[in-house]
C-alpha cells in the first residue's frame, strides 16, 4: 500500500472574511434591540427600586412613630434622594450620624446598576400614619425612554407607568 496521502483542508481567506462579515451584520443587526431592552431593563429596575423606598419610607413611619423625610435631588448632574437622619437598611451595621448627611440612607440612580435620570415633583414626609402629605411624582428616564412613578396621597396607591 503506498502512502496515500491525505491533503489537509483549511479554510481560505475569502471563506473567514465572509463569515466575518456575517458576524459584523448580525452584531449591527442586535445592537439596537440589544441597547433598547438594556435601557428598558435599568428603567424598570429604577422604578422598582424607587417604589419599594416609597412604601419602605411609609411602613418605617408607621412602625416608628417618626415622621420620614424623603429629599430628591435632580440638579445635574445629580440624580438621588436621601432618607433624613435613617441608616441604609440594606447595611445596617454601617455607621448612621444624624449630623452628617452623607451617613444617611442615599440612593443614586446616575450609577450602576440603573444609570438613569431622576425627576420628581417635590420632598415627601410619610407622617406616623404612614400617610404621604402630598402626590408624588417621580419620573425616570434614560434617552427617550421613561418610567413614571406616582404616588396617590389619598388612597396611598402607588403606580408604576
Not at 17 to 37: D, F, H, K, M
Not at 142 to 155: F, H, I, K, P, Q
Request: net charge negative; proline share 4%; aromatic share 8%.
Amino acid at each position: 500500500m503506498r502512502g496515500s496521502h491525505r491533503r489537509r483542508t483549511a479554510f481560505s481567506l475569502i471563506e473567514l472574511t465572509v463569515v466575518i462579515l456575517i458576524l459584523g451584520i448580525v452584531a449591527a443587526v442586535a445592537q439596537p434591540r440589544y441597547a433598547a431592552a438594556l435601557a428598558a431593563f435599568r428603567l424598570d429596575s429604577a422604578a422598582q427600586r424607587v417604589a419599594q423606598d416609597l412604601q419602605w419610607a411609609s411602613t418605617r413611619a408607621r412602625v416608628s412613630s417618626k415622621p420620614v423625610l424623603i429629599r430628591f435631588h435632580d440638579d445635574a448632574p445629580e440624580a438621588f434622594y436621601r432618607f433624613d437622619k435613617l441608616a441604609d437598611p440594606l447595611n445596617p451595621a454601617a455607621a448612621m450620624n444624624p449630623a452628617d448627611s452623607s451617613t444617611w440612607y442615599t440612593v443614586d440612580l446616575t450609577q450602576e446598576p440603573y444609570a438613569v435620570w431622576l425627576s420628581a415633583n417635590a420632598d415627601l414626609t410619610f407622617d406616623i400614619h404612614g400617610r404621604c402629605d402630598q402626590d408624588a411624582l417621580i419620573v425616570l428616564s434614560l434617552g427617550a425612554e421613561s418610567r413614571t412613578v406616582r404616588w396617590n396621597a389619598a388612597s396611598g396607591e402607588l403606580i408604576i407607568e
